[in-house]
């Protein structure tokens, strides 16, 4: 079940190289001032496309158009 991100909150996402949404893989409990050294195995709930991608920090906004 994808996350409902909520506004302010920082995030683990990574963007599907197929339909580029924002994919959000976990909340980031550093709030984004951790370093991210891994790769995530992920089906974008959007379009099902599956891929191994590298994550990043996010900071959800009211304006973001996201998943």
């Not at 506004?7 to 709030?31: A, E, N």
Request: charged share 20%; net charge positive; aromatic share 10%.
């Amino acid at each position: 079940m994808p996350l409902e991100p909520q506004p302010g909150t920082w995030y683990i996402v990574v963007t599907c190289q197929k339909c580029g949404s924002t994919v959000f893989v976990f909340r980031d409990l550093t709030d984004g001032k951790g370093s991210i050294n891994a790769t995530y195995s992920v089906t974008c709930p959007r379009c099902q496309q599956k891929g191994d991608y590298d994550g990043r920090h996010y900071q959800h906004s009211h304006k973001s158009s996201a998943l």
